[in-house]
């Protein structure tokens, strides 16, 4: 039996074809937008940042200055991207989708993960195609030191043989019988039926797509103090990697530690959100800064 530690690799993301944005751009009269997105991607915005500011100009004309006779000067990218941001025009951001991996991560965590429905798809490890003769674990060892036990190494030595036993157990069975002269179609059965006394912290794999408005979702919600260990290893881990390739993502966010790990807070996400908190004078100017 192996103890593993969940990591997170970001694959790919949302491209954006310049050839056909400039044909489209050069088709609406609006070519100047070129010079706004090359100075958006010299500043280190991401091609999947800037489509997803486009798609928001695209709501009111402004890819430049002469769409709408109702303005004189249109916002930047990065001015766009922000304010869409902080108005919490979220839907925007669902254009621009991040593929992740995500290894020897538990059952726990990815049953806790794929309740996430919206603008998510997922790939996991099969129990019924994967037999499980070397099994790895996802052990919470911090939490050992954190209870009121008299001896925290005693308790993660327990689990440790227990997973040792559970592993054991499963080999015995599985020497019983004779692979290799079974079909696959049996073979499944029977690595189905013995996956029904695995335990959860068991190691597996998923592939995850997110779009960038389930993203700040997520990681604000999963790296909350209240979630659990695991899920928040590996969303603070999606936030590192995220951060150093899409440096507006999380605009609005603030950082703090709690228990060793990062808990991002603070990101607005819908349009409406926490008005209530204002006084009726704040409300005033917040609805003029927001042009509601
Ligand atoms: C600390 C913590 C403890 C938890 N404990 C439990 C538990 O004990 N038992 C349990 O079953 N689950 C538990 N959960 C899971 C939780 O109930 C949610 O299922 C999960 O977090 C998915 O989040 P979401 O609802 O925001 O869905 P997402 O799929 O991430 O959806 C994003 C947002 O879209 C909107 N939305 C999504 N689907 C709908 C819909 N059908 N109708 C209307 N609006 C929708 C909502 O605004 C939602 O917030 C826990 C989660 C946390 C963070």
């Known amino acids: 039996m192996k103890l593993v530690k969940p990591k997170v690799f970001l694959l790919g993301y ?18 100047e937008f070129m010079e706004s997105y090359q100075e958006a991607l010299y500043i280190g915005i991401h091609p999947g940042e800037a489509l997803c500011s486009l798609y928001a100009k695209l709501c009111y004309k402004s890819l430049t200055a002469k769409g709408n006779d109702n303005v004189s000067k249109v916002r930047g990218i990065e001015g766009n991207i922000k304010g869409c941001f902080d108005t919490g025009h979220g839907s925007v951001f669902e254009h621009c989708n991040l593929n992740f991996v995500i290894t020897d991560c538990s059952r726990v965590f990815t049953h806790e993960l794929v309740r996430h429905r919206v603008g998510s798809a997922f790939s996991q490890t099969s129990g019924r195609y994967v037999r499980s003769d070397n099994m790895s674990m996802v052990l919470d060892d911090p939490l050992a030191h954190t209870l009121k036990t008299k001896d925290g190494d005693l308790l993660i030595n327990v689990m440790r043989r227990w997973a040792e036993a559970t592993e054991e ?65 590996v969303f603070g881990q999606i936030h590192e990697l995220v951060k150093k390739k899409f440096p507006l993502l999380f605009h609005g966010a603030k950082e703090s530690h709690v228990a060793g790990l990062v808990e991002v807070t603070g990101m607005k996400m819908q349009p409406y959100e926490a008005l209530d908190m204002f006084t009726d004078e704040e409300v005033l100017k917040e609805v003029k800064r927001r042009g509601i």
């Open 14 to 31: 949302t491209a954006v074809d310049e050839d056909a944005l400039r044909d489209y751009l050069d088709y609406v009269q609006c070519h």
């Open 169 to 233: 157990a499963y080999n015995n069975v599985v020497a019983q019988f004779d692979w290799d002269a079974m079909k696959m179609v049996d073979k499944k059965k029977l690595t189905s039926y013995l996956r029904r006394n695995l335990p959860n912290g068991q190691a597996n794999e998923i592939g995850v797509t997110l779009n960038i408005r389930s993203l700040r979702h997520l990681v604000q919600m999963r790296t909350g103090r209240h979630a659990e260990w695991e899920i928040r290893l």
